[in-house]
């Protein structure tokens, strides 16, 4: 069992900046596979990027070159850096994490707005 929690999201500019947080319940070294989702109303939630537990990782095409993803396993918190923001970023973003064999664990979302 995993528990998560996201923090960081908030209203920013065109162009700004933010980092999003995952806080786990237990230790993330035996997460296999963890990952920031998105969703708009109305919307398919969307993967947005995915870490390892060997620290390999994947974007969206949307967001390569703007977002990044890491982990700090002595915290037990998954980050995502999101710079250069658009307001077709704006959504509300989810914590994932897989932990087989048990089905995925998902955190209550949090919600990032971008004004033009």
């Known amino acids: 069992q995993v528990q998560l929690v996201e923090s960081g999201g908030g209203l920013v500019q065109s162009g700004g900046s933010l980092r999003l947080s995952c806080a786990a319940s237990?230790?993330?070294?035996?997460?296999?596979?963890m990952a920031w989702y998105r969703q708009v109303p109305g919307k398919q939630r969307e993967l947005v990027a995915f870490?390892?537990?060997?620290?390999?990782?994947k974007y969206v095409d949307s967001v390569k070159g703007r977002f990044t993803i890491s982990r700090d396993v002595a915290k037990n918190t998954m980050y995502l850096h999101m710079n250069n923001l658009k307001p077709e970023d704006t959504a509300v973003y989810y914590c994932?994490?897989?932990?087989?064999?048990?089905?995925?664990?998902w955190g209550q979302g949090t919600q990032v707005t971008v004004s033009s």
């Open positions: 994932n994490a897989e932990k087989p064999p048990y089905p995925a664990f």
């Open positions: 237990t230790s993330i070294s035996t997460i296999s596979v």
């Open positions: 870490i390892t537990s060997v620290d390999m990782t």
